[in-house]
Each structure stands twice: as structure tokens, then as C-alpha cells.
């Protein structure tokens, strides 16, 4: 039997079969208002105050992110922290208030949109969908300012609709209750997407019609949606309900393999043995990559201790986590990163100037000419870990021979320190 009901197409985001009843999430913003001549600087330093809350509110749902076992998507929301209080951004919102006297719902939502079109202009896919990140960051301001809450309700399991999802919304909508995501406009690159298949939620994006064929079909009505294909479906059929369970069946059946095959070993058609790393952002997240076939850790990522505090983590606390992965791979390979920020990643007790490029700039290793102590202390916790089983180290930035110099120079102190003291550390 053929089924009638029309198919929409769309680009698969995050794979995955979800079938449910629609709910929209549209925003809705506070109103802007006016402000007198007299309270202007007033209405600046309530800016302020709310993208300061903002911020705050943003590092601990990355805090959250991080301690569910999702350290990469945590530093999506370190990054919106860090754009809640841009200059950039501030110093526009406050122009629009003292040039135009419109309140700070107004201004910062003005300078959000300003900057967002600025962005939505670049050719260079990954920058043009950061425009949603900055009139997301923006709308959080608007809504502190306004008292309002800013993450949005889901009552019931359902599939997400919308012309797009701010990020936030994606992470702090319920999972539970959150059974897929389709949306009209939005990319595969997009942190809304990345966010879905982090958290292994089926996402459609790119649906052209979509929100008129929802409206038309009614509220309740179901949608079914294949993360794999892009294809969504409106108030499906029984020929089509019976075939979405039919791949919803197969995901399960694939999932399940693909665990029980994960401790096989890897091996080409020629023989050749593939080790399999992981790459993970706290050592809690060991127990999950060995159950998927992981043979040690290509890449730890140690920013997780330095970020969110306000001074440096203890070399006892480093040595702690670093040595919990040794002992979990059991003498598997574990690669630590030496501390890696500057660019998007910004720590308070290390205050570093202002750069037109500084993902390119002062960041990483190169910020030990500055602050030897800092990678000394995180070099002599990775060679007592290194006590435990084999570490390696991975330095980024390294540009050029004095730069691979300085490392070597760091890490023979860390191990002449070490060995004067009669600790314990490994090679």
C-alpha cells in the first residue's frame, strides 16, 4: 500500500528516526521602551548588570553540560559567556540607548541583530551560523533585563518545530520530552545541530514549508522525521507510521550491534591492526568511550580544571584527574593536551589583552613565556599520572623551533623538580 501523504525535504542534521506530536517554539521577546535624557546612564549600568547575570547563568548550563559527560558542547556556551560581556556588543547596545534613548531591551536586542546581520553577510559557512549565537547571547540579556525567563517549556514529549533553535534552547529544553527537532531554516553546522547529535536527538533542518504544513495540519497533529534522509512527514498514515517504526526499529537493531562489536578489534582487510583513541574532555568520560571500543585516549582535553574558578586548579587536583584516565585505559595510550585558551576560551586569573585575531595570537603554549609556572605545575601533574601508565603530551600552538624548544625546557624542569622532591613520576 502507497501512502498519500506529501513528504518535505530537508538536510539531515543529527541522525536518528522520531515521530510525535508537533510543538512550536517561537519567540517572544519583551517590548522595547523609552528612557529619559536623565536616565540614561542608569538604563547603561542596568545593561550591564543583566548581561553580567547572562553570563553567569550561561557558564553554569556549560558547568552542566560539561558534568553530563558533553565537555565539547559545554565550551559552545563558555564561548556565549564570553559574548555576553564583548565590548563589541555592550558598547553598541549603549550607543542605541544614549543616541536613540530606547531602553536596554531595545538596545541590546538592536546591537544583537546588528552584529548577527554582520555575520549572516560572511560567505564562510561555519561564521554565517554564528549569526543565531549572538541574537541568542542577546535575547538572554533582554529577557534579565526584562524578568522573564529564558528557557523556553516543553509540557509534553514531542517533535520540536521552528524557523530555528537558539542553542541555548536546544541544551535546556528537557530531553526527556524533547523526541526530535525539525526546523525551516538553520544548517547542518549550526550549534543547534551539533547539540542534536551530541545529545543524540534526530534533527531535520533546511524544511522548506515546514511551519505552514504543521499550522495548516493543526496543533497535536503528528510528525514523524528521518535524521538520516532530512525527509518529515505530516500527520503520517498508517502506511507511513508502520514504516517510520520499521527504521526506528533498524536504528535500535544497528545501535545494538554496533555496541556488541565495539571490543572487537580493529583490523584493515590487510591485516593491519587500527588502534581506536578517544578523544574526551574530563575523565569522566572514559567509562562511555571504553564501552565503544577505545583503546587508550588520543586527545584530553585538560581545559574543563582551569575553566569556571578563579584561580589555577592545584597540581594534586590535575595529577587526580589526569591519572583517573591512566588507571581507566589500564595501559592503553592517554594523550594529554597541555592547557589550551585564548580565542573563545577566557579564564579570569589570567587576564590577556585584546587581540584583533587571537585565535591566532597569544593563546596555548605560547603563553608560557608569561606564565611558566602555570604549564610547569600541569606538566608535573602529567608525569605523576605518567606513574600510572603510559602519557603522552601534546602541546598546541607549537609554530616553530623555539616553540618546541620551550616545551622541552618546561618539561625538564617539571621532571628535575619531581625528581629533587623523590616523587613518584613516570617518563
Excluded at 529564558?150 to 541555548?168: C, E, F, H, N, Q
Excluded at 618546541?404 to 613518584?424: F, S, Y
Aim: hydrophobic fraction near 45%.
Amino acid at each position: 500500500m502507497t501512502s498519500t501523504r506529501p513528504r518535505l525535504g530537508g538536510v539531515a542534521a543529527a541522525p536518528g528516526v522520531a515521530r510525535g506530536p508537533w510543538a512550536e517554539l517561537a519567540s517572544t521577546l519583551p517590548a522595547a521602551g523609552r528612557v529619559q535624557a536623565s536616565d540614561v546612564v542608569r538604563e547603561r549600568e542596568r545593561m550591564q548588570r543583566a548581561a553580567s547575570q547572562a553570563a553567569t547563568e550561561l557558564r553554569e548550563l556549560a558547568t552542566r553540560l560539561r558534568d553530563d559527560g558533553h565537555a565539547d558542547e559545554a565550551a559552545i556556551f563558555r564561548a556565549h559567556a564570553a559574548m555576553a560581556r564583548d565590548p563589541e556588543l555592550l558598547d553598541a547596545a549603549a550607543r542605541e540607548i544614549e543616541m536613540n534613548l530606547i531602553d536596554g531591551v531595545g538596545a541590546i536586542t538592536a546591537a544583537a541583530r546588528g552584529l548577527a546581520e554582520r555575520l549572516a553577510e560572511l560567505e564562510d559557512e561555519l561564521l554565517r551560523a554564528r549569526a543565531v549565537d549572538v541574537v541568542d547571547v542577546g535575547d538572554r540579556i533582554a529577557r534579565q533585563l526584562a524578568g522573564v525567563p529564558t528557557g523556553p517549556v516543553l509540557d509534553r514529549p514531542s517533535i520540536v518545530v521552528a524557523k530555528d533553535l537558539p542553542p541555548s534552547a536546544t541544551a535546556s529544553l528537557p530531553r526527556e520530552r524533547l523526541l526530535g527537532i525539525a526546523l525551516e531554516g538553520s544548517s547542518p553546522t549550526a550549534h543547534a545541530s551539533i547539540l542534536a547529535r551530541a545529545f543524540g536527538i534526530p534533527a531535520v533542518v533546511g524544511v522548506a514549508g515546514l511551519l505552514d504544513a504543521v499550522r495548516s495540519a493543526g496543533p497535536g497533529t503528528e510528525v514523524a522525521i528521518d535524521g538520516s534522509t532530512g525527509e518529515v512527514v505530516v500527520d503520517p498514515d498508517e502506511v507511513e507510521r508502520a514504516r517510520f517504526e520499521r527504521l526506528s526499529a533498524g536504528v535500535r537493531l544497528g545501535r545494538a550491534r554496533d555496541l556488541s562489536e565495539a571490543a572487537l578489534p580493529a583490523v584493515t582487510l590487510d591485516g593491519q591492526d587500527v588502534a581506536l583513541l578517544a578523544n574526551i574532555g574530563s575523565p569522566d568520560e572514559c567509562e562511555a568511550a571504553i564501552s565503544l571500543g577505545a583503546q587508550g585516549v588520543g586527545l584530553f582535553r585538560t581545559e574543563f580544571l582551569f575553566l569556571e574558578r578563579s584561580d589555577p586548579p592545584t597540581e594534586d587536583a590535575q595529577a587526580s584527574a589526569y591519572r583517573r584516565a591512566v588507571e581507566a585505559f589500564d595501559g592503553g595510550p592517554v594523550t594529554i593536551r597541555l592547557l589550551d585558551v585564548g580565542g573563545d576560551k577566557v579564564i579570569p586569573y589570567l587576564p590577556m589583552p585584546r587581540e584583533d585575531n587571537p585565535f591566532l595570537g597569544v593563546r596555548a603554549l605560547r603563553l608560557a613565556e608569561g606564565h611558566a609556572e602555570l604549564f610547569v605545575t600541569q606538566l608535573r601533574a602529567c608525569y605523576r599520572a605518567a606513574a600510572a601508565g603510559p602519557v603522552r603530551i601534546m602541546a598546541p600552538m607549537v609554530a616553530d623551533a623555539p616553540d618546541a624548544a620551550l616545551l622541552l625546557v618546561l618539561a625538564e624542569r617539571a621532571r628535575d623538580e619531581l625528581r629533587r622532591e623523590g616523587r613518584e613520576a613516570g617518563t
